[in-house]
């Protein structure tokens, strides 16, 4: 999948959604487009990177 992103320079394009992370990370764009518009980097939130995995007992499932 492609995905819009802006530079520092007002510059667009497309790049592969896998290296958006990248991108972000290394400060190499101004934004990126989701479904719901521009994200601003530093300004609007982007996804937080993976967590370590949860061990505790599990609250989410049905209790019948």
Do not use: H
Not at 22 to 47: C, E, H, T, Y
């Amino acid at each position: 999948m492609l995905i819009q992103v802006s530079y520092d320079d007002n510059k667009y394009d497309y790049v592969k959604d896998f290296m958006l992370e990248q991108l972000i990370q290394s400060g190499a764009i101004a934004s990126f487009r989701r479904r719901s518009g521009w994200v601003r980097i530093g300004v609007d939130p982007v996804r937080t990177p993976c967590r370590e995995p949860y061990f505790g007992v599990e609250r989410r499932g049905a209790t019948a």
